[in-house]
């Protein structure tokens, strides 16, 4: 008998989320998006968060990327207590530790594919020319880096914003359904893409998705109804 | 961090370069507008100091009211001690223009008289000795050249407009052998000298105030300026506020881009304010440039003005004064921070998450429109309150601007409502698109059109108000000018001859003779008139006591100008004390053009208080068809010199002539003003054109052709110019008023009744539309033009 391997240490925690809960102001009173929420991540470990619209995915993501701020409850990101962070800290966290992919790409149209790639690696000063000509590549985009956003497809555009999440080498990857705009096949091999390169950077990946099909390819799965676990 | 931010910044404005000229030039345009009128207030009053300077500067002075200063008095002044030097001043006229002469004796004059140290370091005698030197600036000397005159010297440090000579020749020269103009107390006295009063009892010591006076006088003239480039810079700050929010507008998601991805708001802002600043030094630069041009352009207009309407020396020639650079530069940088400060508050608070509204720049609020109205509202109270509680040139000018500023808020409310209504009378479904697409495009053009109102309302307003004048002028000029000739003496011997012989021929002969002096602490003119009936029936009277000539002719009675009336609120009825004792007020006549007080006094009355007035000058009443005649007989039998007769047509002529220089510069800053404005539209129109394909590409789907959608645009163009143009009517109408009523009032002292120019106000909606046409058509063609593949992508769900 092989000896069980007792002593492999379980990986350290990336991101744990307590009992949280937030609000947005409604008619007659506030309207309670997130109630109690708890969560945690361990780095390189990949969640989908799903649930009906309304239930408070986007927010629960916008909320760990320090983008909205939270009524109450805490969030730890790579032992940094969110709440104690002012919007410099915020931003300092979303720019080094934290990347989000935006459903709605939100590239910068101005700058062209290999500038838009290199973009948030080049913000947090960590900017690689050859992970991004690597990640060009895999992405499929090397003909297309001297091209502006709005001559690329939507599946192209959304690649661009995976080669930008990824640049950087985060700890991190926080997608907001990235295939939301896409067809089922080009949604497929974006995923495909990114699911590989989480795995190849040892990234964690938060995921918001409609789609139970998707949400089955990450490794833990978490259901959210009117704003709780469900 | 900053350095990739600022890189994304920029390729915004790498991808649209026609967005950045637009904002570069709006903010250039504005600066050179304001900065080109600096830049000629600044070289008119840098030849004021430097006149001032070349005279004696701020020393006191000994004077005689009414005459000038027999050289015997200067010898006894200092063979009593009294240490001063004479001053011997006069003209010198020629169809190159005149040149202020002005007598020194540079061996008691002060060394920081300019030309006395000239003289001092060169060949002294050839100034003393006949036929002396005159000492000149260069272009002066080149004046001077067409001139029978003594050799000029040229110096440096010379004021304009302005000679120097040895006073004995200075008096062969202007004709004033053994009289001095006035005499200048220098700074070192001795311990003891004999009172002024026991050598020289009919002189009076005044603070030096000569050059002071032509400050006072000019002042309103260019504040008067300074306003007009003050208006023209709002009217291009209206550009570049549009091209700022519409910048920051279409920037918005990218904004929030770079928020998401870790750039903090502060250095957001940060990164923005930098580029602005980089923005307004570039564009200052470029508009202190464009400044220089327009003021070189100007100035001998400017420069021919002050010296035939105050007699203040302004050479036609800029030099370059660092001053009006830096403050060129100042103002394009607290221009572009006035009209960025509201997009920036915007953007420092932007939420990260604000939903990305690409147009909402274009789809102004409900609320907007409230703001605008409240924001007129309060200007329309600050201008009312102007009004009734101010006083002064500045609470006129303030009053201008926030009645302007008012007007121009209300403009998009009232264009918003004309459109609703036209909305609703439209029947057939594009008439209905075509008045519900205005109405949506208003708010991204409302900052272009308001701008254009303010040109169009200046314009008018400005027209109204020269034009007026030049009416008032013409009619005033012919009840004035009553003598069909004028003829001025060279000695009061040659007077008394020219009396004579000119009994027979004419039907009245009148005295115009006056002295200068001083009325209740101001400079003044006294006149002394006959008692004919010229005065009577011509002289324009604004009110008047009954048979005020006749007390005027008894010496009872003054009459007085409008401008000293006002000043000193003088009715008639009130006492005026003169040099010589009070009289009573008969009258106030209107007297433009003039910048000093004036006092009518009998003429016996004046002989009487100034028995040693000079009694050179006369009007001659003679029927019109034996003026030529009569010319002939002072020429040929008299020996008059051709030049020392003027008759009423020639002097009307130069009066006309005159004015209409002054208003050059207004003219000129009013087509350049309506320029500015019509670039406005331009780019408005060009950079919502890009904006506009969604709003238009669903038209085009639905079976217009892009020609007849280029079509529409440029009818909706003309259609709010022409709209503009109705209101900017009563908007100039009241800026009219305000400048005769008040402005004109608070700075030269008259009111000018107002008349209507309907055919002006034609001929400017025809160039307004012209602007507004021209300016649409290049978007018009580029939509008519506009690939339908281009369209298509309006419906791209990948988008």
Known sequence: MSPTNDTETPAPMLLTVTDLHKSFPGDPGPVPVLDGISLHLPAGDTLALTGESGSGKSTLLHVIAGLETPDAGQITIQNTALETLDDTGRAALRRETVSVIFQQFNLIPSLDVAANIAFQARLAERHDPDWCATLTDRLGLTPHTAKYPEQLSGGQQQRVAIGRALAGKPPLVLADEPTGNLDEATGDAVIDLMLELVAETGAGLLMVTHSDRLAARLSRRLHLSRGRVA | MRRTALSALWSHWRRHPFQLLTLILGLALATALWSGVQAINAEARASYAAASEAVGGTRPVLVREGGDIPQETYIALRRAGWQVTPIVEGWLTSEAGRVRLVGIDPLTAPPDIAAAGTVLEGEIGDFFTPPGQLIASETTAERLAEMDLPPVITAEGIAPSLAFADIGIAQGLLGMEGQITRLIVLDTQPLTTPPLSDIAPKLTRRDSGGQADLARLTDSFHLNLTAFGLLSFAVGLFIVHGAIALAFEQRRPVFRTLRALGLPARDLTLLLITELLAFALVAGALGVALGYLIAAALLPDVAATLRGLYGAPVEGALAFRPAWWAAGFAIAVAGTAAASAGALWKIARLPVLAPARPRAWAMASQATLWAQLAAAGALGALSLAAILFGSGLVAGFVMLGALLLAAALLLPAVLSGALALASRGAKGVLAQWFWADTRQQL??????????????????????????????????????????????????????????????????????????????????????????ATYRDHWPLLSALPGVWDSVAAGEAVLVNEQLARRERLSPGDRLMLPGGALTVGAVYSDYGNPLAQVLVGVDELVRRFPEVERLGYGLRLAPDRLDAVRTALVDDFGLPPDKMIDQQAIKAFSMQVFDRTFTVTGALNVLTLAVAGFAILTSLLTLAAMRLPQLAPAWALGLTRGRLARLELMRALMLAALTMVLAVPVGLVLAWVLLAVINVEAFGWRLPMHLFPRDWAVLGVLALLAAGLASLWPAVKLARVPPSQLLKVFSNER
């Open chain 2, 443 to 532: 708010p991204g053009l409302s900052l272009a059109l308001m701008a254009l109102l303010l040109a169009l309302a200046a314009n008018i307003g400005v027209g109204t108000m020269v034009s007026s004048f030049r009416l008032t002028f013409t009619g005033w000029l012919d009840q004035r000018l009553a003598s069909e000739l004028y003829v001025t003496a060279e000695t009061n011997e040659e007077a008394e001859r020219m009396v004579a012989f000119l009994e027979p021929l004419a039907d009245a002969i009148l005295p115009i003779w006056n002295v200068e002096a001083e009325i209740l602490g101001a400079p003044a003119e006294i006149f002394g008139v006959a008692d004919h």
